[in-house]
């Protein structure tokens, strides 16, 4: 017999694969964006059920709060052309659906997995907190994974940096040190001239 948390998981599974889906397939770049937060709402109800509350408050406040909202601006106030945007579409559709395919091999592997049943079906005590047991397995089972993440996100932070602030011949730009050094002089210059008086009559012609 169903009970009401199957139903509750059918749901929510199939609001996130309808938004899903309208993140792909949809034509308005703003409208995708809107179906991903649809998505990551989803998600992290579905998180909540898996008695995983920090990772769904986390995925609410990181993704949804801060990500999301940046992306949507940047996607706002940029002029996307659509028609470049769909140019080679179909000649990568193959790439695409091998690496879908795959994913989703995957992810049934894992589903099929004995081990991964038991935990989903596994009862906490009320005393139970998912938080410090996600930060104990972190920082003991897969503490070296955890730095070489971290890691990686440091090159990717320095090498945006990088490239933000390499050198460009048709930038503008100012040298602070320059310009503590400018005097008076250099900014505003004098020039003398004789003054012109202007007649009535020239005036009139």
Same mark, same amino acid.
């Given at each position: 017999m169903?009970q009401?948390?199957?139903i509750?998981?059918?749901?929510?599974?199939?609001i996130?694969?309808?938004?899903?889906?309208?993140v792909?397939?949809?034509?308005?770049?703003v409208h995708?964006?809107?179906?991903?937060?649809l998505?990551?709402?989803?998600?992290?109800?579905?998180?909540?059920?898996?008695?995983?509350?920090?990772?769904?408050?986390?995925?609410v406040l990181?993704?949804?709060?801060a990500v999301?909202?940046l992306?949507?601006?940047v996607?706002?106030?940029?002029?996307i052309?659509?028609?470049k945007?769909?140019e080679?579409?179909?000649?990568?559709?193959?790439?695409?659906?091998? +690496?879908?395919v795959l994913m989703?091999?995957e992810?049934a592997m894992?589903?099929?997995?004995?081990?991964f049943?038991a935990?989903r079906?596994?009862?906490?005590?009320?005393?139970?907190?998912n938080?410090a047991?996600?930060?104990?397995?972190?920082?003991t089972?897969?503490?070296? +994974?955890?730095?070489?993440a971290? +890691?990686v996100?440091?090159?990717?932070?320095?090498?945006?940096i990088?490239?933000t602030?390499r050198d460009?011949?048709?930038?503008k730009?100012?040298?602070?040190?320059e310009?503590?050094?400018?005097?008076?002089?250099?900014?505003?210059?004098?020039?003398?001239?004789?003054?012109?008086?202007e007649t009535v009559?020239?005036?009139?012609e």
């Amino acid at each position: 017999m169903m009970q009401f948390t199957d139903i509750v998981f059918f749901v929510l599974a199939t609001i996130l694969l309808y938004a899903g889906l309208r993140v792909i397939t949809t034509r308005n770049p703003v409208h995708a964006a809107l179906h991903l937060v649809l998505a990551f709402f989803t998600a992290a109800g579905i998180w909540l059920m898996l008695e995983a509350e920090f990772l769904a408050i986390v995925l609410v406040l990181v993704y949804v709060g801060a990500v999301m909202v940046l992306f949507l601006f940047v996607v706002m106030m940029l002029d996307i052309n659509l028609d470049k945007l769909r140019e080679g579409f179909w000649s990568n559709l193959p790439v695409a659906v091998t +690496v879908g395919v795959l994913m989703a091999g995957e992810m049934a592997m894992v589903l099929s997995n004995k081990y991964f049943m038991a935990a989903r079906v596994a009862a906490h005590p009320a005393e139970y907190s998912n938080t410090a047991e996600l930060g104990h397995v972190i920082y003991t089972d897969y503490l070296l +994974v955890f730095e070489l993440a971290a +890691v990686v996100l440091l090159v990717a932070i320095v090498a945006a940096i990088v490239l933000t602030l390499r050198d460009r011949g048709d930038s503008k730009k100012l040298d602070p040190s320059e310009q503590v050094l400018v005097k008076r002089n250099d900014r505003l210059r004098i020039v003398k001239m004789d003054a012109e008086v202007e007649t009535v009559q020239e005036a009139k012609e």
